[in-house]
């Protein structure tokens, strides 16, 4: 094993494209179709204009998002209709479940660090999925602690909570500037692509989850 990888001693995973698979432009169409406006309206308030974004950070509940959301569109919905519009997207990664069951075999501490809203994680929670949060040692979830991937912030308190040095922290996300950010905060993160390519990747640093 290259002496610049170790066994980590905690592993954090993405939630969105890693354990689970999402169409972000479904929910729109979904959420365009429940309040009776065009899809790109919805996406020009929902996302260009940061309703998801302060909605992942916790600066905003889901009330106050679809009280701005009726406002800016000119609509008017049912809250709870348009939650489920827009949570419904979500898709179990069915290859990532042997590598947890690995890691749980291994040893090693699991845990999942994700930018996502309350709607989205409590759709996900009455999917009642085994592995969420059932062999999670830690969940930290943006809009519970108040901070967004890449910032530095969430890092910190996602390190703190296991109880292990940053450097003994492995990490996988789907998006570079996320595991960019985790290595500046002094973990060892790597892109995910694949279900393969992560044992191979955890196999690398001496974590054979026997598949």
Known sequence: MPPTLRRPAFVYLDLGNVIVTFDREHALRQMAAVAGIAPRTVHEVVIDGGLQADLERGTIDWERF????????????????????ASDMFTLNVAMLPVIAGLEQAGVRL???????????????????????GHCAVTVLS??????????????????????????????????????????????????????????????RGVNLGL
């Open 111 to 133: 845990g999942i660090l994700s930018n996502t809203c309350a709607p989205h994680w409590d759709h996900l929670m009455a999917k009642k999925y085994a592995i969420l949060p």
């Open 66 to 85: 679809h009280d701005e959301f009726s406002r800016r569109t000119g609509s008017t919905t049912d809250p709870a209709r348009l939650a489920d519009a």
């Open 143 to 204: 809009h519970e602690v108040g901070s967004l991937k890449p910032d530095r912030e969430i890092y910190d308190t996602a390190a703190l909570l296991t109880g292990v040095p940053a450097d003994e922290i492995f990490f996988t996300d789907d998006i570079q500037t996320h595991v960019d950010a985790a290595r500046s905060a002094g973990w060892d993160a790597e892109l995910f692509v694949s279900a393969s390519g992560l044992i191979d990747a955890l196999d690398r």
